[in-house]
């Protein structure tokens, strides 16, 4: 039997993976992620959108692996990334962004932290039950280990980039040039992973755009691979690919405003979050075990309130938009005081205080105020100052391009703060939201 696999994909063509790769995508941790929407509930506005984390894992794997080509990297650190790429999103919690938030309040962990955990074998997906009929099966881990690959390294390149806070901090000006420090080996390998310009963004771009339909997310990957170049240890992208690079984040802020922050997708995501909520405590301690199946099964088996929220998701009978405060409304005054509701906790309230004002039970009230969540799952959105490469200086994308600093200020969604809930309450909770947010 041959060692390797070839994987026919939707978006990239024919993918091959061999040894250490093949070992991986069988775990069982893998193989969860096809049971995982990768947007979430998406689907329920956009109908083509069910591809899953296991496409869009195979395909940040397959573009990370032309990096390595293109940019000449060597054998040892190719097969590191790699590995990094293929398991980058081996922590997603069913319906992958959607419970972010959620999760981050109830355990203190992001989806990043939990692949992270997966990976030095600190967490393992299966149940007893399933240990029992599948027999027990090798960890992340231990197979890295056996294929000679540390999990350490691994897992710190999935790990967030602490480089997006700052394009700039590896660069001192001397004198009209430019001195360099390095601030580690894997600097370049993890702006892969995670970087203004990486594999993880141009795959879910590209991806997302197909089975959406919506063509915003289209981008030239040619050129932006003919471009790349490593310069002192930083992942940069020559002057000639500055083009493709303002392509590539014009494409990422229109999909954001689109698809990822469609208000109907919202608010289905919104009360998918609210079921959570209500549903017992400990089945977030099992979040990185289920899939999308397995999570609504057991909210579904909760019953009361959280059946009542899955079944109305099952049969698309969504809430309504009540009341919102748009962006283009607010001044720094009135911006300030709706920052409160940015908090976890201050939401809930507002919830409560509006569905006591309304006369509606709580659950039929839902206050989103996306900001907060963007941050914690897209850190990128922001992020347009790309290393530009030129005469052997490195200056920042802004420099070249006033559309990078345009989109820096540009929002991804319409509203600052939007309540929704069934559409039978909502002149009442229109009314009571209106007071109780009244900025």
């Known amino acids: 039997m041959p060692d390797f696999k070839v994987i026919h994909d939707s978006v990239h063509g024919s993918v091959r993976l061999e040894g250490v790769f093949v070992d991986l995508l069988s775990r069982p941790e893998m193989q969860r992620l096809n049971g995982i929407h990768q947007l979430g509930l998406a689907h329920l506005v956009f109908p083509g959108a069910h591809h899953t984390r296991l496409e869009h894992s195979l395909g940040t794997y397959y573009i990370v692996s032309q990096m390595c080509s293109a940019l000449g990297i060597k054998s040892d650190e190719t097969e590191t990334v790699r590995a990094a790429a293929l398991l980058h999103d081996v922590g997603h919690p069913p319906y992958s962004h959607t419970l972010e938030e959620v999760m981050a309040h109830a355990l203190g962990l992001d989806h990043v932290s939990l692949s992270r955990q997966i990976i030095l074998g600190e967490k393992r997906c299966l149940t007893s039950f399933e240990r029992k009929v599948l027999g027990e099966t090798e960890s992340i881990r231990s197979v890295l280990d056996r294929h000679g690959l540390d999990p350490s390294e691994v897992a710190e390149l999935v790990a967030l980039s602490t480089s997006l806070d700052n394009p700039d901090q590896s660069l001192l000006p001397v004198e009209n040039s430019q001195a360099h420090f390095g601030r580690g080996r894997h600097e370049y390998l993890h702006q892969m992973i995670h970087g203004p310009v990486d594999a993880d963004q141009m ?50 802020a229109l999909m954001y405003s689109s698809v990822y922050f469609h208000k109907t997708v919202r608010i289905a995501e919104m009360m998918l979050c609210k079921a959570v909520e209500m549903a017992d405590e400990s089945l977030l301690g099992s979040i990185h075990a289920e899939n999308d199946c397995s999570l609504s099964e057991k909210l579904v088996a909760q019953g009361g309130y959280p059946a009542r929220m899955m079944l109305r998701l099952k049969y698309r009978d ?55 969540e963007l941050l914690i ?40 703060i939007m309540v929704s809930c069934p559409n039978g309450s909502r002149n009442e909770v229109a009314k009571a939201a209106e007071r109780a947010l009244s900025v």
């Open 377 to 416: 799952s897209e850190p990128r959105i922001g992020k347009t100052e790309v290393r530009i490469l030129e005469d052997d200086k490195v200056r920042p994308l802004s420099r070249y391009s006033p559309l990078a600093k345009a989109l820096q200020a540009r929002s991804v969604f319409d509203w600052a």
């Open 203 to 252: 795959d879910y771009l590209l991806r997302d755009s197909h089975y959406t339909g919506v063509a915003h997310g289209t981008i030239d990957i040619d050129r932006l691979m003919h471009t790349m170049s490593l310069f002192h240890g930083d992942l940069v992208i020559e002057k000639g690919g500055v083009a493709a690079v303002e392509g590539l984040i014009v494409a990422r």
């Open 318 to 372: 969504l809430y309504k938009k009540a009341f919102s405060i748009s962006m283009a409304e607010l001044d720094d005054t009135s911006m300030e005081a709706l920052l409160q509701f940015s908090d976890y906790d201050a939401r809930k309230r507002i919830e409560a205080d509006i569905a006591a004002r309304a006369g509606v039970h709580p659950s039929e009230v839902i206050v989103d105020m996306p900001e907060r």
